[in-house]
Every structure is written in structure tokens, then in C-alpha cells.
């Protein structure tokens, strides 16, 4: 069986939805919903359970999508040169790549990559650049040794519709996104949920690098309506001393939260954002971004990041 079957329905399973996962793929959603039900008439076990609202894994599912992730991870194993004796030369490559985020992309998921990319290859270096969609996307253009990470609401035909020729973008890892304050913010004291509506009414500072148009969480929240925005500050000390002091709201990721004390609530409604890989396409003809490439890619077959 083709192994990027496996890799569809990891897909199916971090989206919880078929449509949305066919979205992601560049996929018909009929075509999809036909490859799953193949998969599963083969191996004679149902993986999803189907309702209006989505999907959910069966047990025997979780099963079933645990050991395709340890055979899509044998298969990696199998399609890298540097780990066949004949190809060990591979590993003293010296050479530099940069990494262009707009610094919100989820720090856990980077460190796990570098350091499998640092047993790989040693003696290249890698530079975490911050710059803006726009500004990613002109670097992009000209730098082979380069890939972007890319967070939006909007949705990848939105994307590649304004992109050059030469770059190629593929789905990476979906965020939940909540509400947050301080712990001491006394109208939290009682919420374990909150509308995005009830969010925009509140007094907002967000947090962002980049200008308030390029940012996710803006575009997020412009799509239920007009945000409440109070500050914008790319200073994390003066972000958290505005919403300690004046008692504001936000929009963030959970580990952002986590990271600043803060109390992270979640929204009733399904609030994402989805993150993309952006590289030029001549990349994949060198060995060093080859790699870098699919350990980044692995990372879109799991469940979504915090």
C-alpha cells in the first residue's frame, strides 16, 4: 500500500474533519472519503467514526494510526543517505541555512527538529530569523538555503495564489488558539469557555513582531468581527505588564500562555490557526535542505501543537 495513505489519514486525524483535512491536502473531498473507506474494507476495522461535526477515532483507529506512525518512521529511516555506511561523508557537511518564522511558531516543535537535524548534520549551522510574511516571502524567492514558517488564517489556495512560481508551500502544524489574561484578572475567575464575540468586546493587546495586518491573530479574530485592540507591542516585559496592570485580554497560543503565567480559556468556538512550509523548489535538490525538509514535515502528521 502507498505509504502517503498513511500520511492522509494522520492528516484526517489532527484536522478532525475530512473536508478540512482534503482542504490541507489539495484534495477532492469525495476522492479522500473513498481512499478511507479502501483502507479500512482492507484491513476489515473502522478508523473513523463520522458525524455532521467531524470525525473521531475509533479504538481500533488509534491503533491502527499509531503503528502508521512508526512505519512512516521506519520509512524515513530507509530514504535517508546519511545513515548507509556508504554515505557517512554526508554528515561533516559544513554549510548554514536560515529559518525565517514570524516568532510565535511553537518553540518546542523547532527544538525537537534541530536536534534531530543536529545529529544528522553536525557542523551546519541554522539561523532563526524573524521577518514578515511579505518580507519571508521576497527572501524566500532568491535563498535555496532557506525555509519559512508561515502562520495564517487564511487558507492555502488563499496562499499560493499570491506566491511566486519558484516557491513551494505544504501544510505544517495546526494551533488552537485561546483567550487569555492574567490569573488574578477577577472576570476570569469564573470562565472555562469564552466566545470569540464575548473576546472582542474586551479590551485587547496583542502581542506581535510583524504589523498588525501580517498578524495570525488579528486576521483570526477579524473573521467574527472588530477586535477591541487597546496596544500593539513587540516587547513581551511591556505586553505583560499592560495586561497585568490594566487588566486586559489576549489571543495566543497555549504554550504562549503557559510561558507568561498566563491563564489560557478556551473558545467555544473551533479557533485554529494553521502554519505552512514554505522553500524554494530547487531545495529539494540539495542534501542538506532535503533533510531539513522532512524532519520539518513530520511534524505535520502529528497532532496539532499547542
Known amino acids: 500500500m502507498n505509504t502517503d495513505y498513511y500520511k ?9 474533519s475530512i473536508r478540512q483535512a482534503a482542504e490541507l491536502l489539495h484534495m477532492k473531498q469525495q476522492n479522500l472519503s473513498s481512499m478511507i473507506r479502501n483502507i479500512e474494507h482492507y484491513y476489515d476495522i473502522t478508523i473513523f467514526e463520522r458525524s455532521p461535526k467531524g470525525v473521531q477515532v475509533t479504538e481500533d483507529g488509534a491503533f491502527f494510526l499509531k503503528e502508521a506512525r512508526a512505519l512512516l518512521e521506519i520509512v524515513d529511516r530507509m530514504e535517508s543517505p546519511y545513515l548507509y555506511p556508504s554515505k557517512r561523508y554526508y554528515s561533516q557537511i559544513v554549510d548554514s541555512v536560515n529559518i525565517y518564522c514570524s516568532g510565535v511558531i ?17 557542523y551546519v549551522s541554522v539561523n532563526f530569523l524573524t521577518r514578515s510574511k511579505a518580507d519571508m516571502i521576497k527572501a524566500q524567492e532568491q535563498d535555496v538555503k532557506a525555509v519559512s514558517l508561515l502562520i495564517t488564517a487564511n487558507t492555502i489556495d488563499q496562499l499560493e495564489n499570491k506566491l511566486p512560481e519558484n516557491l513551494i508551500l505544504q501544510p505544517f502544524v495546526r494551533m488552537p488558539i485561546f483567550a487569555a489574561t492574567t490569573e488574578d484578572n477577577p472576570e476570569a475567575q469564573q470562565l472555562t469557555v469564552i466566545s470569540v464575540q464575548d473576546l472582542l468586546k474586551k479590551k485587547l493587546v496583542l502581542l506581535s513582531q510583524v504589523g498588525l495586518e501580517e498578524n495570525f491573530i488579528y486576521e483570526l479574530l477579524c473573521k467574527h468581527g472588530k477586535p477591541g485592540i487597546q496596544h500593539v507591542v513587540d516587547n513581551v516585559t511591556i505586553f505583560l505588564d499592560l495586561l497585568r496592570q490594566n487588566r486586559l485580554w489576549t ?19 473551533d479557533c485554529r490557526a494553521q502554519s505552512y512550509i514554505l522553500y524554494h523548489k530547487d531545495a529539494a535538490e540539495d542534501i542538506v535542505m532535503k533533510n531539513l525538509l522532512k524532519l520539518l514535515s513530520q511534524c505535520s502528521y502529528g497532532r496539532e501543537k499547542a
Open 106 to 122: 511553537g518553540s518546542h516543535t523547532l527544538v525537537s527538529v534541530m536536534n534531530q537535524f543536529r545529529e544528522r548534520f553536525p
Open 251 to 269: 489571543a495566543c497560543t497555549s504554550q504562549q500562555a503557559q510561558q507568561n503565567n498566563l491563564r489560557a480559556i478556551p473558545f467555544q468556538e
Open 8 to 16: 492522509y489519514l494522520l492528516v484526517v486525524e489532527d484536522c478532525g
